[in-house]
């Protein structure tokens, strides 16, 4: 599950092709995984949970941005987070109706390892109807 403005870069690239590709790697850990899947809309309710959970700046700020756009400048920006910050002031800041979650429902994991003289581990889960396969891959 993944948070953001559904009006996006990746927000509208979802709305037309839900099938993603996610990559989280860690270099310290010289590990990563690579999730491919189909991506829809959490619940409302979770959206909202997880929206109240977050700083009061950090709910301004999804208010303020229109992530991804083009502003004019720095100013700009700043001007819209003092209304919302008025607007709201002394209340409890609703999501906005164009922020939220999006979960990924995975096809394929893979499961890389770093190891010396690349010589990696990989391995690849993919979901069928009767469960996971599992693969070794060549690195």
């Given amino acids: 599950v993944f948070y953001t403005n559904y009006n996006s870069h990746k927000g509208t690239d979802i709305a037309q092709q839900p099938n993603v590709a996610l ?9 990563q995984i690579r999730i491919e899947g189909h991506a829809e809309k959490a619940s409302a309710l979770d959206s909202d949970t997880y929206f109240a959970s977050r700083p009061r700046g950090s709910r ?11 502003i004019a400048g720095r100013e700009s920006l700043s001007e819209r987070v003092t ?3 008025e607007k709201f002031r002394d209340q409890d800041i609703p999501r906005p109706p164009h922020w939220g979650g999006y979960v990924v429902i995975p ?4 499961f890389w390892q770093g190891r010396s003289s690349r010589m990696h581990d990989r391995l690849q889960y ?7 396969e599992i693969k070794r ?3």
């Fill in 23 to 31: 990559l989280l790697f860690w270099k310290e850990l010289q590990r």
């Fill in 60 to 70: 301004i700020a999804a208010w303020a941005s229109d992530q991804s756009s083009i």
């Fill in 83 to 85: 209304y919302f910050e």
């Fill in 107 to 110: 096809r394929m994991l893979e």
């Fill in 126 to 132: 993919t979901r069928h109807n009767s469960g996971w």
């Fill in 137 to 139: 891959l060549a690195p």
